[in-house]
């Protein structure tokens, strides 16, 4: 097989060129958009749909599909009427760290706006899957994330009031609820955790301000202290055209 000289790391195989050679016209226009992303800045408004049709002389439905694939991969973002070049996507290590360091540590200021925090009695499937006991009293707090104002995502928490009895009065939804345990003596011991793709349901995508045909990262986690104890189950949806993942391997 012959690859290209400046072939990147990671990136598709010869730009993902079928065996049979045959590309599909609306990839073609893909990549010379993406190239073209590649030289412009962040926020940089890219040509019309007309003026891009007019220039690779292809239809604007094969522009459209192009920009849509754009899109949905995070390297552009619609603002008002027009299409602009997105900005990186943020990292978040998939570790026992709260989405609050792993934001500040790409200069981005980190934020969540309150949705819910209400209290009611565990039900038999939190209590299976955490080792909560059936019908203790649980919180569940539910926040949208932010980074630098915008929306990324959309977080459910369940903990024990046992645990923090008083996170209603003496807990600002708007920092870190692992640095807020902390704050109360509690350390993480291990989690479960497992990520998944999905589609937003029609509440969550109004709360994160996207389109629910947008692919969503879905994360679950189930987290014990250091004694082992049930600590908090974790429902968090990050947006699929801001985020990626990364975590160190060891054999």
Same mark, same amino acid.
């Given at each position: 097989?012959?690859?290209?000289?400046?072939?990147?790391?990671? +990136?598709?195989?010869? /730009?993902?060129?079928?065996?049979?050679?045959?590309?599909?016209?609306?990839?073609?226009?893909?990549?010379?958009?993406? *190239?073209?992303?590649?030289?412009?800045?962040?926020? /940089?408004?890219?040509?019309?749909?007309?003026?891009?049709?007019?220039?690779?002389?292809?239809?604007?439905?094969?522009? *459209?599909?192009?920009?849509?694939?754009?899109?949905?991969?995070?390297?552009?973002?619609?603002?008002?009427?027009?299409?602009?070049? +997105?900005?990186?996507?943020?990292?978040?290590?998939?570790?026992?760290?709260?989405?609050?360091?792993?934001?500040?540590?790409?200069? =981005?200021?980190?934020?969540?706006?309150?949705?819910?925090?209400?209290?009611?009695?565990?039900?038999? +499937?939190?209590?299976?899957?955490?080792?909560?006991?059936?019908?203790?009293?649980?919180?569940?707090?539910?926040?949208?994330?932010?980074?630098?104002?915008?929306?990324?995502? &959309?977080? /459910?928490?369940?903990?024990?009031?046992? =645990?923090?009895?008083?996170?209603?009065?003496?807990?600002?939804?708007?920092?870190?609820?692992?640095?807020? @345990?902390?704050?109360?003596?509690? $350390?993480?011991?291990?989690?479960?955790? =497992?990520?998944?793709?999905? &589609? $937003?349901?029609?509440?969550? $995508?109004?709360?994160?301000?996207?389109?629910?045909?947008?692919?969503?990262?879905?994360?679950?986690?189930?987290?014990?202290? $250091?004694?082992?104890?049930?600590?908090? *189950?974790?429902?968090?949806?990050?947006?699929?055209?801001?985020?990626?993942?990364?975590?160190? @391997? =060891?054999?």
């Amino acid at each position: 097989m012959d690859y290209p000289n400046d072939q990147a790391p990671g +990136a598709p195989v010869r /730009s993902g060129i079928p065996e049979h050679g045959r590309v599909p016209k609306y990839y073609a226009v893909k990549a010379r958009i993406d *190239r073209l992303v590649g030289e412009l800045g962040e926020g /940089s408004a890219i040509p019309t749909e007309r003026d891009l049709s007019e220039r690779y002389e292809v239809a604007r439905e094969t522009v *459209r599909q192009a920009l849509r694939e754009l899109v949905l991969e995070g390297k552009l973002r619609r603002q008002g009427r027009g299409t602009v070049v +997105a900005g990186p996507k943020l990292e978040q290590p998939l570790s026992l760290a709260s989405y609050t360091e792993g934001v500040r540590r790409q200069g =981005r200021t980190p934020g969540r706006a309150l949705v819910t925090l209400d209290r009611f009695p565990c039900p038999d +499937a939190l209590a299976a899957e955490t080792g909560l006991t059936r019908g203790e009293p649980v919180w569940h707090l539910e926040r949208v994330l932010l980074a630098d104002d915008e929306r990324v995502g &959309l977080e /459910s928490t369940y903990v024990s009031v046992a =645990r923090v009895p008083d996170l209603d009065a003496a807990f600002d939804p708007d920092s870190s609820f692992y640095g807020f @345990l902390a704050g109360q003596g509690i $350390a993480f011991g291990d989690a479960d955790e =497992r990520i998944e793709t999905v &589609l $937003a349901t029609p509440r969550e $995508a109004l709360l994160i301000g996207t389109p629910p045909a947008l692919p969503m990262l879905l994360i679950h986690r189930v987290s014990r202290d $250091a004694e082992g104890r049930p600590l908090e *189950r974790v429902r968090t949806l990050f947006r699929g055209d801001r985020f990626s993942f990364t975590t160190h @391997l =060891r054999g």
